[in-house]
């Protein structure tokens, strides 16, 4: 076993361990979404031109790209909290593989976010919302959404080891609530103004939203739309390796640097 992948997977189990001490943190960051689902789907639902089950079909691939989306704030609030506590100092001398360390960090929010979007899938059923595409789309989806919340973790990696003190990544982070809402992840972007409307389908969560509704088999691929939307999966996944190229290896370089 290579030295990168023993210390990521302890790294791996060390956050994993984090989440078992702090339950209240995991129970609140999984019930959000739900609320959100209940107050979305039924009293925005009810404003819009879509009927109220329709809209939750809808609505369903968006909060679970919202919510992959949210691990740009966990990265950064989790790698801000271990810098400025001086857990990353203590790793630095350890022999310890830099890599493993923001690596094993966004792993395990892969796993807690996998068993985490199980609570909202259900709900989202309770609500309505059915999954009508093939299996096969119906894999991709998933795939899709766990891709894009690592690749939005180590974008929060790297924001959290470049704060000063962990209330400035608190507060950075909940500014990155507003991203879904500049997005087709709460409503369609068609009848957005024409500036607004090129940033919100130019945002990666629309294009991932797009995609899990396409694979889900929950709405069509809108047309006159900006190209990663009008091309959902190829725009997804060329997002998430955009951002995971240049996100994950600004983060090891950052913590291998320190606070220097």
Known sequence: MSALTYDGLAMVGRQLRRVR????????TQVMPINMLLFFGYVFGSALAMPGREYRSFLVPGLLVATAA???????????????RGVMDRFRTMPVSRTAVPLGQALADLVITAIGTVPLLLVGLAAGWRIEGSPAGTVGAVGLLLL????????GIWLGLLTRSEDAAGQLGASTFVLPLLSNAYIPTDGLPGWLRVLAEWNPIS?????????FG????????????????AGSLLWCA?????FLPLA???????ER
């Open 21 to 28: 001490n702090s339950p209240g943190l995991a129970v609140l």
């Open 218 to 233: 929950n709405a069509p691929v809108p047309s006159g739309a900006a190209w990663p939307v009008a091309h959902p999966v």
């Open 252 to 258: 090891v370089r950052r913590y291998a640097r320190g």
């Open 207 to 215: 294009a991932v939203t797009t995609a899990l509704r396409d694979l």
């Open 148 to 155: 894009f919340r690592f690749a939005c973790t180590s974008l």
């Open 242 to 246: 955009a951002l995971i190229a240049v």
């Open 70 to 84: 949210g691990g740009i704030m966990t990265g950064m609030f989790q790698a801000a909290a271990d810098s400025h």
